[in-house]
């Protein structure tokens, strides 16, 4: 199927959701994050078809989020590890995960992080990397930043959601 | 397209996924906290059919994200304003510009978040809601939580990616 793409977006939002495809993947990536690397790991939790289950490893590796390593020369078997740009994706997912254990989880978190270097139970919480305060939608605003092409700048700004950058 | 439903799996992670539904999702809750409310401000910004358009909104006021708010009545014409559900998603979105931000905008970020509060640009930074410090994949480890349901229990730990709860 044939779909919009959001790569060329002035929107980081947009290209992240362009990259990752479909919904899938934030649940091979979940399983990366709790330690799968070989297909049948992936395939075994997650049930899905092993066409599309490659499928999302392939695009994975490609956009450098997983790489394979061979860990068996005959036959050849690959595994997939995370690499730095598809750890750095853990914030994402565990943010998801405070909002579904709080609106989705009648019966509470199915799950719960434990945060080894302070050792307390714990739950992602989403800051201002400046004042360290929860960042809420209501005490935000957004400006166009030094990556927003030249070309599309003033029609932008007239739409009225966003501001120049100070 | 009929796909797998996520919706009852024991992972918040499954659960958002499954409501959030595809990809224009996230971009329609972006324009709605970019300040759209009407019908015409979500298409003219985001290019998309008006029949996805109106299953997407339709989606979200049915899961509670978004509620309808009549604003005139000859013709019959509704706004979609964000409920606190909706507003809350929030920080799952910047979370996903952050990431986006520093993989995928090699021009430097499109757009910047200025914090109102603090009065800074900034970004957002997701942390451990305990110690307050980065929650970092190898710093991170799961375990079964009061929602998990009881029947999968001794399987999900015989898998070896839970440990018990303290």
């Known amino acids: 199927m044939k779909r919009t793409t959001f790569a060329d977006w002035p929107c980081t939002v947009a290209r ?3 990259l990752i495809g479909d919904w899938w993947t934030p649940l091979v990536l979940r399983e990366a994050f709790y330690g799968a690397r070989r297909f049948e790991q992936f395939e075994r939790v997650l049930g899905l078809s092993r066409n599309v289950l490659s499928q999302r490893l392939n695009r994975l590796t490609e956009e450098g989020l997983l790489e394979r390593v061979r860990y068996q020369d005959r036959p050849p078997r690959d595994e997939y590890h995370l690499t730095d740009k598809g750890r750095d994706f853990f914030p994402v997912v565990v943010a998801m995960m405070r909002w579904g254990d709080r609106w989705l989880a009648p019966d509470g978190p199915p799950v719960v992080l434990h945060h080894e270097t ?3 139970d714990t739950h992602a919480e989403v800051v201002c990397a400046h004042c360290r305060e929860p960042l809420r939608h209501r005490e935000v605003s957004v400006e ?3 990556g927003f092409p030249d070309r599309l700048r003033a029609a932008a700004l007239a ?3 966003f501001g120049e950058l100070d």
């Open 144 to 146: 166009l930043g030094p």
């Open 118 to 120: 302070c050792d307390h």
């Open 16 to 18: 992240t959701v362009d």
């Open 159 to 161: 739409t009225g959601r």
